[in-house]
């Protein structure tokens, strides 16, 4: 019994060589998989410009319950510090933009384009300290799905 249990192992354990050396006598290097890297918040994913519409919009639109200073109020919460990241490190910022989109304004939800509630998104990456850059933060969400927020810089 061990003997081809012994055997399976190896012949597993061989596939991938035997995959390899035809290449390598070819003359063809072998390539590793393309795994993009993570984009995350500290790669400077909006610009300065867009982050100041942000600013404008917000305190037009989001003010009145989370408050000029983002602290939140209420049932609002904040948009800034530690409670803010607590809740949303780790996840694509689509999450955010979709739970923008289907929850605010409370009392009229749904309002909210996705350039309003992206450029929002960049006030709120400004305030919460990460960096701006030269290229806008997407509204495409399936762009938006390949840049998480990060509490700490990588």
Not at 109 to 137: C, H, S, W
Request: charged letters at 20%; aromatic letters at 6%.
């Amino acid at each position: 019994m061990m003997p081809r249990v012994f055997a399976a192992s190896l012949i597993v354990a061989l596939i991938p060589v035997v995959s390899v050396v035809p290449l390598l006598a070819w003359g063809a290097e072998p390539r590793a998989l393309d795994v993009r890297a993570e984009r995350t918040v500290w790669d400077s994913v909006y610009t300065a410009a867009q982050a100041s519409r942000g600013e404008t919009l917000y305190v037009k639109s989001c003010a009145r319950c989370h408050q000029v200073s983002l602290a939140g109020a209420d049932e609002s919460p904040p948009l800034t510090g530690g409670a803010f990241m607590g809740n949303w490190s780790g996840l694509p910022l689509a999450d955010l933009q979709n739970r923008i989109r289907t929850t605010m304004p409370s009392d009229s939800v749904g309002i909210y384009n996705r350039q309003l509630v992206t450029d929002v998104m960049a006030y709120l990456l400004k305030a919460n300290g990460f960096p701006a850059g030269a290229t806008e933060l997407p509204t495409d969400t399936e762009a938006l799905r390949g840049i998480m927020m990060r509490a700490s810089r990588p």
